[in-house]
């Protein structure tokens, strides 16, 4: 018998939309002198019709981002080449609006964290397409708008979280020993911004809290000393950040959590609120059914539209900076897979029944399993469970070493098959599951 069973899905259900109503006393009133927000259902729409091709895979590199959003700069956005990466690449800083609130925002300082940039993308193309709509104006006239999409285009060709020279470029902000840091500390210095926006993807094992939910989005206005004060730029970023879990909520309901607010001197969210911005991190977790994470690019877009809006209007002074706070944080990481049941046969060592943990290096697609744990693991709790109760589990050539045995950190690859000696095979599992053997 081999089933494979989902324990925690994403369930879509909205009791963050309750408590923001009560927090605000039953609605937000934006005021007799305070336009009216675009809907997040109506940029839900909008999205659709600026969406920008050639972005379907988030593994994208730095020549097809810019292929892709090339055809949308020049007119209502410019661009300028602000600097180039270690490997020399162009690192570009784009500018929209003209208003006396400035923001800089910033996606992809880790090369493998690609959601925001496609959200940028997507922004981009709306400024470009649609200068005179409502809100395009509104934060045109209220704010000057400075995005430096993909920081680190050498993580991006390889995407992979570090630049070229091995440096995770949000640890570089204190010593500022990489180009792709340099720049950005240049750039802010410039501007010397009230806004920031530093935007990432974290892991898609985060659940919210202690609960099976899944984290879709998670919010922080960090702390800019150890701490943790709340002074009055800090206390606009928690504004900001309650805005966005109302713009949001309409796609991804109650998988919203807080990041961790301990403050890092060594990272860029942190000390570009010592340096003055109000600060907001948005990391973009995972959403059922969405490897290419498409629907957390229109989440994004739906959010930081929004909040661009709301600073630009001054309307994010309205938010209550209590309901970002009574978010839940990120809680615990959840193993990808858990196989229970088997018996692990290897050549040459008696078997024995034993449960595997495995891990996948690209989550989102359930592929290249590496295996973090064999043994007893009947407490353990996995995103998915492979029940192969009665059947053996054998060690490919990929994932015995080169002692004949089987440890942690091997590729989860193995036959799975009646008999020992695997005449009687039932499927084999490559770091990742034969889609025939899926039962979702």
Not at 394 to 417: C, K, N, S, Y
Request: glycine share 8%; with cysteine.
């Amino acid at each position: 018998m081999t089933q494979l069973r989902n324990r925690c899905a994403l369930r879509r259900s909205t009791p963050i939309a309750t408590l923001f109503m009560l927090a605000c006393g039953g609605a937000v009133s934006y005021g007799p002198i305070t336009p009216a927000p675009t809907s997040s259902e109506e940029l839900i729409t909008i999205h659709d019709d600026v969406r920008v091709s050639g972005l379907d895979d988030r593994r994208f590199n730095h020549e097809t981002y810019w292929n892709a959003v090339d055809p949308y700069l020049g007119e209502a956005v410019s661009s300028r080449v602000a600097g180039e990466s270690a490997e020399g690449r162009e690192i570009r800083h784009l500018t929209f609006g003209r208003g006396p609130t400035t923001v800089l925002l910033w996606s992809q300082m880790h090369g493998n964290e690609s959601t925001a940039s496609m959200s940028l993308a997507d922004m981009i193309r709306f400024f470009n397409d649609e200068p005179d709509h409502p809100m395009a104006r509104r934060i045109a006239d209220g704010a000057t708008i400075h995005m430096i999409p993909m920081l680190n285009p050498d993580g991006a060709e390889r995407f992979q979280r570090r630049n070229a020279q091995g440096i995770d470029v949000n640890r570089d902000a204190r010593r500022l020993q990489t180009p792709e840091g340099q720049l950005l500390k240049a750039v802010r210095d410039q501007l010397d911004p009230d806004f920031g926006f530093n935007l990432h993807d974290q892991s898609a094992a985060v659940r919210v809290g202690q609960s099976d939910r899944g984290v879709a989005i998670a919010l922080l206005a960090p702390a800019f000393n150890e701490a943790r004060d709340v002074d009055e730029k800090r206390r606009r970023a928690m504004q900001v950040a309650t805005l966005l879990i109302e713009a949001v909520a309409p796609l991804v309901g109650d998988h919203i959590a807080k990041y961790d607010d301990t403050f890092n001197p060594r990272a860029f969210g942190d000390l570009m609120g010592a340096w003055g911005a109000s600060t907001v991190l948005i990391e973009a977790g995972a959403w059922e059914n969405d490897p290419q994470k498409q629907h957390l690019r229109k989440t994004n877009f739906v959010g930081i539209l929004s909040a661009l809006d709301a600073i630009a209007t001054g309307r994010y002074a309205q938010y209550d900076p209590d309901v970002y706070e009574s978010l839940e944080y990120n809680g615990r990481r959840v193993t990808d897979l858990l196989v229970v049941g088997g018996t692990i046969a290897i050549p040459g060592i008696p078997a024995l029944e034993a449960d595997l943990l495995v891990n996948y290096e690209m989550p989102l697609l359930q592929q290249e399993g590496v295996i973090v744990d064999i043994g007893d693991m009947g407490r353990s709790e996995a995103q998915d469970t492979l029940d192969v109760s009665g059947l053996y589990l054998i060690p490919t050539a990929e994932a015995i070493g080169e002692d004949g045995g089987l440890d942690t950190g091997a590729p989860a690859h193995f036959i799975v098959a009646e008999d020992r000696r695997g005449r009687r095979v039932r499927f084999v599992f490559e770091g990742q599951m034969p889609d025939a053997r899926r039962e979702e």
